[in-house]
């Protein structure tokens, strides 16, 4: 198991177009984190899942995201309607309960 | 709410030098954790250092140590001899324990950018 992985690491879009990333996390983990980095800032945290279900969500995370993390394993993270200001880096963690979390690299959004 | 604040955007230290970055937090409970995370540019988040607040002892992992100062609600990163490849951005985070309910999510401060000169 290499770790966290994003994919893709980059995506442009056109402004009004849906996007999806997709995140594994490590294997065993149970708990899995979306964060959203702006630059100049640290990450905030977007949504939770502790094995498939979606446990919290941030009220960053208005009503053009979802997302989803069937079977407990891989989850992804889905924009409809992109907009210039969902412009960021998205990032992807996961642990094993209240262990330490391990971050993905991230997928960098820009919406043109 | 919890906040976390870093105050320093960017700081420099000469390679082989004793850096010291800071944070402060703000919050309600008595016990939490408290974590410096490092980001080299491109590359993934990773942990450096973490301590609980229960725990009076402060943390160190190698050439890292903290500064934990409860009542002020203070963290402070100190990195001793530095190295070049500690160049990164470094974020100070706070998590509550699970005995509030907490879900584990992270608060992250904004960062500080740590550059090393040869």
């Known amino acids: 198991d290499t770790g966290v992985s994003q994919d893709p690491r980059h995506k442009i879009t056109k402004r009004g177009q849906n996007v999806t990333f997709r995140c594994d996390p490590i294997s065993e983990h149970n708990r899995l984190y979306w964060y959203r980095q702006t630059l100049g800032q640290g990450p905030e945290f977007l949504t939770y899942f502790q094995n498939e279900a979606q446990l919290e969500k941030s009220r960053l995370l208005s009503d053009r995201f979802s997302a989803e993390r069937p079977k407990g394993s891989f989850s992804t993270l889905e924009i409809q309607r992109t907009e210039q200001g969902d412009s960021a880096m998205y990032l992807c963690?996961?642990?094993?309960?209240?262990?330490?979390?391990?971050f993905g690299q991230g997928t960098r959004l820009t919406v043109v | 709410a919890q906040t976390v604040t870093q105050s320093q955007p960017e700081m420099s230290v000469q390679e082989a030098e004793t850096v010291t970055l800071s944070c402060t937090y703000d919050?309600?409970?008595?016990?939490?954790?408290l974590f410096w995370y490092k980001q080299p540019p491109s590359r993934q988040m990773i942990l450096v250092i973490r301590q609980e607040a229960y725990k009076q002892q402060n943390a160190t992992e190698n050439r890292f140590s903290v500064n934990f100062q409860k009542a002020a609600k203070s963290f402070s990163l100190k990195i001793s001899d530095s190295q070049l490849g500690d160049a990164a951005m470094y974020f100070c985070?706070?998590?509550?324990?699970?005995?509030?309910?907490?879900?584990?999510?992270?608060?992250f401060g904004k960062g500080t950018k740590l550059s090393v000169k040869p």
């Open positions: 963690a996961s642990s094993l309960g209240q262990g330490e979390a391990f």
């Open positions: 985070a706070y998590r509550e324990t699970s005995y509030g309910g907490s879900q584990g999510n992270l608060i």
């Open positions: 919050t309600s409970e008595s016990d939490y954790y």
